[in-house]
């Protein structure tokens, strides 16, 4: 997900996209314990979609302020 698309969001979309995200990356890790996880430069990526996410929600706060 690019930072472009992100900005592109509603902000009570982006947190509902934030929560998905993160149910994601609980879901690899407790795979990732339990059975062996095909790609895991997958979980990487999440963690990239998660803090791109939450720095464009920052973002929208303090233009609001």
């Known amino acids: 997900m690019k930072v472009s698309e992100i900005r592109e969001i509603r ?4 947190l509902s996209t934030l929560e998905d995200k993160q149910k994601q990356l609980f879901n ?9 996880v095909e790609n895991f430069k997958a979980a990487g990526n999440l963690k990239r979609d998660i803090a791109r996410i939450k720095t464009v929600i920052r973002e929208n706060e303090l233009k609001s302020q």
Request: aromatic letters at 0%; proline letters at 0%; charged letters at 30%.
């Open 11 to 14: 902000s009570n979309e982006l």
């Open 28 to 36: 690899m890790r407790s795979q990732a314990m339990t059975e062996k």
